[in-house]
């Protein structure tokens, strides 16, 4: 009966191994999604490698909010990054390796920019500034709300920054930049 199974197990065995689907199911699959695998959890995602303008949008955005936080607690905006940090405990700095951050108020509001740093041996192009704003604007019942906004300059080295307006109390990008979303 032992020599029965055998005979029954190798003859499964052969045919599988001269079977396509043997192949895809036991070597191809396996290596494809072990591929995916690999990719997805890859330590790239955490590499320079990550596209430098991802930096200066999230700075501006980290930027904007602390700018409506303090204009909602307090009806007022910071004047300058070291101000903002301080009254809103946060620890932002006006230079990284890419970009030089820097805050500029207006009666209306509040403007902050990201220009790219220029460094030896590194083409700029691929650096584009940013320019982002927080407006102050009443709404049907007379009440101040903020609106912000992060414009991307489309030419490099353009200076100085054209600013965001408000007009019918929706903030713009002026022209030569295009909105990020």
Known sequence: MKNQYKSFFFAVL?????SPRFYLTTLLIP???GSLWILGNSSSKTCACVPMFKEAQTYLGVMNRAQQALYLEKKLFASSL????NLQKLDLISETG???YSIQPTKLGTFHYAIPIKK???KLP??????????VSQDSDKRSKTSTIICEVN???SHPLPQPKLKNNVPTCP???????
């Open 98 to 100: 890419h970009y030089r």
């Open 120 to 122: 030896a041996g590194r």
């Open 82 to 85: 070291n101000e903002l940090n």
């Open 31 to 33: 290596v494809v999604l």
């Open 14 to 18: 052969k045919k599988q191994y001269s």
């Open 126 to 135: 691929y650096h584009t500034s940013y320019i982002a704003g927080v407006f």
């Open 175 to 181: 022209t030569g930049t295009s909105l990020v979303k």
């Open 155 to 157: 030419t490099p080295d």
